[in-house]
């Protein structure tokens, strides 16, 4: 079973940043914070991760708390394309990459 | 590069019927896997494999077998088809087989109803 709890839907309104939250309480040194997303059915796309230190790449930011017990993708101007359900996954870093997908948050974007 | 190509998009099948999933990658990866997502959930792993002739089970792999013989191509095979099996089905690959892992590419999805 997935280890991360994320609510099941949120809404932003477009050009508004778009803020994403997830806990992983139990998260072990060792685990990365990765952020993948899934549009209407497609394959899932992959997005961002970290381990300890906040992370920015050309789709969005991850910040992690100090504790690591929790996180926040922020989608800085989302857009109707942003429509999606995001899924916060935890992943031990020597895992042959067995990704364990919760159920996600449903973002709206509306406009 | 075609990244991730799956076949067929769309299948329907009767029960007892079997069939293979065809998922092939382009990039040279090392990591390749099944998923099945049902409606409403997250994707949970069938089948993954490290390499070229390494096969591992994952979460729920019982009605489905898989192989590995070279690094492009990693077959689903449904052995007798059962309409819980009605699904969509993801591949996916990534460099890594261990230490950190790498981005996962999914393919664009297999439907399939079992009637």
């Known amino acids: 079973d997935a280890k991360t709890t994320q609510p099941p839907s949120m809404d932003c309104a477009e050009g508004r940043a778009a803020n994403l939250p997830c806990n992983h309480s139990t998260i072990s040194g060792n685990e990365y914070v990765y952020w993948y997303r899934q549009i209407h059915s497609q394959g899932p796309q992959y997005i961002i991760h970290g381990l300890k230190n906040n992370e920015t790449n050309e789709m969005a930011s991850l910040i992690i708390t100090e504790d690591r017990k929790s996180s926040t993708l922020i989608l800085p101007h989302a857009t109707l394309r942003d429509t999606a359900v995001y899924y916060c996954?935890?992943?031990?870093?020597?895992?042959?990459?067995?990704?364990?997908f919760g159920k996600g948050t449903k973002l709206s974007v509306k406009p | 590069n075609a990244g991730v190509t799956q076949t067929p998009k769309f299948q329907v099948l009767k029960t007892g019927q079997s069939m293979t999933l065809q998922c092939a990658q382009d990039?040279?990866?090392?990591?390749m896997s099944w998923y099945r997502q049902d409606p409403g959930m997250g994707l949970r792993l069938i089948h993954y494999s490290v390499g070229a002739g390494i096969t591992d089970q994952g979460e729920v792999p019982n009605g489905y077998n898989v192989s590995r013989s070279t690094t492009e191509d990693f077959p689903l095979r449904l052995l007798s088809a059962a309409p819980s099996q009605t699904s969509v089905y993801f591949c996916?690959?990534?460099?890594?087989?261990?230490?950190?892992?790498?981005?996962?590419?999914f393919g664009p999805g297999t439907r399939l109803l079992v009637l």
């Open positions: 996916a690959s990534s460099y890594s087989t261990g230490g950190l892992q790498e981005t996962q590419y």
């Open positions: 996954i935890e992943l031990y870093g020597g895992s042959q990459g067995n990704l364990i």
């Open positions: 990039m040279n990866h090392e990591y």
